[in-house]
């Protein structure tokens, strides 16, 4: 049997495997039934359709009495559990068979007669029970955001009934297998039932053929009226036509559908019906652009037209062999803040923010109609646009919306400025209109006073238009009594009762550590409260607790003065703990030495875990959750300390042998106290890297690579070179990993010098290289130039005028670079890649970079260099320069004739 469960089995499992811990740890389960976990386990059970009893009777039927079984043996019968469950699970669930051509079949339904109808099908069933046994990602499918996917989620329509549980509508379109009731009862009383045979007639006795194939079911009563008539005598509304009973019908569903294939429905089904059979959309699946085609007919189905109009479900009548087509989504949008239903919505082309809140349910009471904000993605950045949200829902404007987009309609402000508040001592607190509430007398009527209210004064607290606050005592005793003048409320002044019980003072005693219920108990300061009844109303002491305890007393007016005291527990001291005492009762295990063993490494799971002298390097892989596929496996590095008496500890590491079952090879092997086991990677152990190659290449795409050294050149001549129209002066390498960025290089260098590292880039894994498309043409910024610029632009294009330099096409387009005295001009180049190059300073003067087809000029300005004395500043004497020259060269020509 195949163990391959889904989510909903291995939760069923774990909870059975916990029940029977939960059973272990009792002598008979009946003992077990007041315990909460348990309850929720058998409920689990119950819901899941597995009786216990049963459960228990089948697994001791296997060999396996799991109500004897210790914790460890549960966990190695695991997989034998698993197998009595899931047979179970099979027995009871009625599961549909799949035939060879994928159609969903299930029992056929007997009539009252005792036939069988092999139209009736019971889809209900079949979409709930293959769904979760077949399908393990339709739970993923369910979890989807957009509105209209929970129409074929949640069960809106039952739709899937047999054939003779529904009433055909007089759209229906009759055709060979139907059965329909002809009933007559007037002066001529008839009950007939007719089927269409495979030529598309009935032929009642004694009348003439009748062709019905193919006429809706209003046509057909229409004209059975007038055949039947000529035979038998009733009036008008003495005659009926029924559908007794339907053909089925195959219907392919095809494209991002949770289940595709073909379905046998019941003809009288709407297309709808075939959806919500097969699950309805995936979650890129559109549901505003579904597809009915018949032979070279295609009709569009809008889910969200049936959510606005139900009555349009009974649209679209199906016949044999339709095909429903769902295609991917084209615009998604996300909807969030007032609206009545935030979530996902789908946008037919043309659909903007009037429908888009439309089909939101529309704006809540405190929605702010001014603007909304649209966060928008762009390539490399998010854009945040406001859009006049009045204004587009009465239909004036236009704001296009675009997929990805997110939709935030902001909520009005909820200040309350027509009240008054009052708090403390009443039994109704809160904020009262200042209408009916403007006096302190009047909202102390309203809010009703408590009987330990401080009724000698009151404070109201009133802030000013500076933001400050103002405390104004009132005299509440004499205003209720009638005997001072009340004081008048301004709105959002809060009264503030006084309780006497805040000027009581009261200390907490407080309860901690291994007890069954620790608490924290208010006493008034004086009194006192024995440690036997302290321990009587913690419920006693765990199991885990020591039998000594300590108090830590604190003096409530010197917090500086701090008291320790041990105490026994078992048996309990006749000791008194004072307001403020707090008792530490500590677990009876808290200083025992604490041992541990670690393993790490290519494991799934690193660890550490206590140390127990049985514990073997099979245990702890086990723990670990076993080795990854890439370690190494006969052999384990062992990272040891060892802590001689009195002396300094001594660290020793060593490797070791193991066998299949990761025993050690050497039998007096033993693990000891804070040993750390380390699995090796297999060296040089590497997976598939790609990198791709994309632009003006013969062969786009990725490639994998061969070896860790490949270089770009050797890329582009495994893509087919270049075409005609590539620019490798100005490729593109992006590097995702390890630091995300652009790499700068020159192409034609690294192609005529390859697997050179200087020129030639070696490449890594998610590396994308883009060759450019040669563009016969050059950008050059206006600014800082002497362009007249009449048209008010940012740069001009021309083309391109061969290898001359910045300066040059400056001068020669854009007229020059404007002179400033104080600064001098630099001219920059922005190649295609990205790269820059500005203007350089050498010894001869500055040298302007050149310029290549599709590159950018700009012009700046930097600070001249600075003399710290004008008068330093000499003039170059070239007589000097040239007589050294000629001496250089002269003694130049004399060595190299005396060599020769």
């Known amino acids: 049997m195949k163990l391959l469960l889904n989510r909903r089995y291995h939760r069923l499992i774990t909870a059975i495997i916990v029940l029977f811990w939960f059973a272990v ?13 348990l309850t929720q386990i058998r409920t689990y059970l119950q819901n899941a359709n597995i009786d216990e009893k049963m459960l228990l009777d089948s697994l001791e039927a296997n060999g396996l009495k799991v109500t004897t079984m210790t914790r460890e043996q549960i966990i190695q019968n695991q997989k034998g559990i698993q197998e009595v469950v899931e047979r179970i699970k099979l027995q009871q669930t009625n599961q549909p068979k799949k035939s060879l051509d994928g159609d969903v079949q299930t029992d056929s339904v007997k009539s009252k007669k005792g036939t069988t109808h092999p139209d009736s099908l019971d889809l209900n069933r079949a979409l709930k029970d293959k769904l979760e046994l077949d399908t393990p990602g339709i739970k993923a499918n369910q979890n989807c955001e957009v509105f209209g996917h929970h129409f074929f989620r949640d069960n809106t329509f039952q739709v899937f009934q047999s054939s003779k549980d529904q009433t055909a509508t007089d759209l229906y379109v009759l055709g ?18 007719f089927e269409i045979n495979a030529n598309g007639y009935i032929q009642p006795q004694q009348m003439p053929k009748i062709f019905l194939s193919g006429l809706s079911l209003k046509e057909a009563k229409s004209m059975l009226f007038k055949k039947f008539e000529a035979f038998y005598t009733f009036e008008p509304g003495q005659f009926s036509v029924t559908v007794q009973a339907t053909r089925n019908i195959s219907v392919h569903v095809f494209g991002e559908v949770v289940r595709p294939g073909t379905y046998k429905l019941a003809s009288f089904h709407s297309a709808w019906a075939a959806l919500m059979a097969a699950a309805g959309p995936t979650c890129i699946g559109s549901v505003r652009n579904i597809e009915l085609i018949r032979g070279n007919v295609r009709q569009n189905l809008d889910v969200y037209q049936i959510l606005t109009n139900p009555s349009a479900f009974l649209d679209f009548p199906l016949q044999n062999n339709d095909i429903l087509s769902i295609p991917p989504y084209t615009k998604k949008i996300v909807v969030r803040g007032a609206v009545k239903r935030p979530m996902e919505y789908e946008l037919k082309e043309g659909e903007g923010m009037k429908e888009l809140i439309q089909y939101a349910g529309g704006l809540l009471a405190n929605a702010s109609t001014d603007w909304a904000q649209v966060k928008r993605y762009g390539r490399q950045m998010i854009k945040v646009e406001d859009a006049p949200l009045a204004a587009l829902l009465q239909g004036n404007g236009v704001f296009p919306l675009k997929d990805g987009d997110t939709l935030t309609v902001r909520a009005q402000g909820d200040d309350l400025k027509g009240y008054v508040k009052v708090t403390g001592a009443v039994y109704l607190p809160g904020e009262y209109a200042v209408e009916t509430a403007g006096t302190v007398k009047s909202l102390i009527f309203k809010a009703n006073l408590k009987p330990d209210a401080q009724t000698n004064l009151a404070v109201v607290l009133r802030q000013n238009s500076d933001q400050s606050t103002e405390a104004i005592t009132v005299p509440l005793e004499s205003i209720l009594q009638n005997t001072g003048e009340d004081f008048k409320l301004r709105a959002e002044d809060e009264l503030r009762i006084i309780s006497r019980t805040d ?6 005693i407080e309860v901690s550590g291994e007890v069954r219920k620790p608490f924290k108990l208010e006493l008034a300061y004086g009194s006192t409260f024995s440690l036997s009844g302290v321990l009587q109303m913690a419920e006693g002491l765990s199991p885990s607790a020591s039998k000594q305890g300590m108090i830590i007393r604190n003096d409530p007016f010197n917090i500086k003065n701090t008291e320790y005291m041990r105490v026994l527990l078992d048996p309990v001291a006749s000791q008194d703990l004072k307001p403020g005492d707090r008792l530490m009762v500590f677990n009876k295990d808290s200083f025992l030495p604490d041992f541990t063993v670690s393993i790490a490494g290519d494991v799934l799971n690193s660890g550490k875990f206590p140390y127990h002298p049985d514990l073997s390097i099979h245990d702890l892989v086990t723990l670990a959750g076993g080795l990854n596929w890439t370690a190494i496996k006969d052999k384990v590095y062992i990272y040891r300390v060892e802590i001689p008496g009195g002396k300094p500890t001594i660290k020793r590491s060593f490797s070791l042998a193991l066998d299949s079952n990761f025993k050690a090879l050497d039998p007096n092997f033993r693990l000891k106290p804070f040993d750390v086991l380390v699995f090796r990677k297999t060296p ?11 632009g003006e290449v013969n062969s786009e795409g990725a490639y994998s690579l061969p070896r860790r050294s490949f270089h770009f050149s050797e890329l582009v001549k495994e893509a087919g070179g270049l075409t005609s129209e590539g620019d490798l002066r100005g490729v593109i390498l992006n590097r995702i990993e390890p630091i995300k960025g652009r790499i700068f290089f020159d192409g034609i260098k690294a192609i005529q010098n390859p697997r050179q590292v200087k020129f030639d880039p070696i490449l890594r894994s998610g590396d994308v290289v883009t060759i450019p498309r040669k563009l016969n043409m050059v950008i050059i910024e206006i600014s800082n130039t002497n362009y007249s610029n009449l048209l008010k632009r940012d740069s001009m294009i021309v083309t391109y005028q061969g290898r001359l330099h910045a300066k040059d ?20 180049v922005i190649h295609q890649n990205g790269y820059e190059e500005s203007s350089l300073k050498t010894w001869l003067g500055y040298r302007h970079p050149k310029v290549y087809p599709g590159d950018k000029v700009q012009v700046a300005y930097g600070a001249k260099p600075k003399y710290r004395n004008q008068q330093n500043k000499k003039s170059i004497d070239w007589d000097k320069i040239s007589a050294k020259a000629i001496t250089l060269l002269t003694t130049f020509a004399l060595l190299r004739a005396y060599f020769n």
């Not at 002598?27 to 976990?37: D, F, Y």
């Not at 096409?809 to 920059?828: C, M």
């Open 809 to 828: 096409y400056v001068e020669q387009f854009a007229a020059g670079a404007k002179e400033v005295d104080s600064l001098r001009t630099l001219y920059t």
């Open 176 to 193: 060979p297998g139907d059965k329909i009731n002809v009933l007559i009862f007037g002066r001529s009383q008839a009950d007939f039932t």
């Open 684 to 694: 040089q152990f590497y997976l598939q890297e790609l990198v791709s190659i994309q």
């Open 503 to 508: 000027f009581a003072q009261s200390f907490a």
């Open 25 to 37: 740890g009792s002598r008979a389960m009946a003992q077990n039934l007041n315990n909460p976990a």
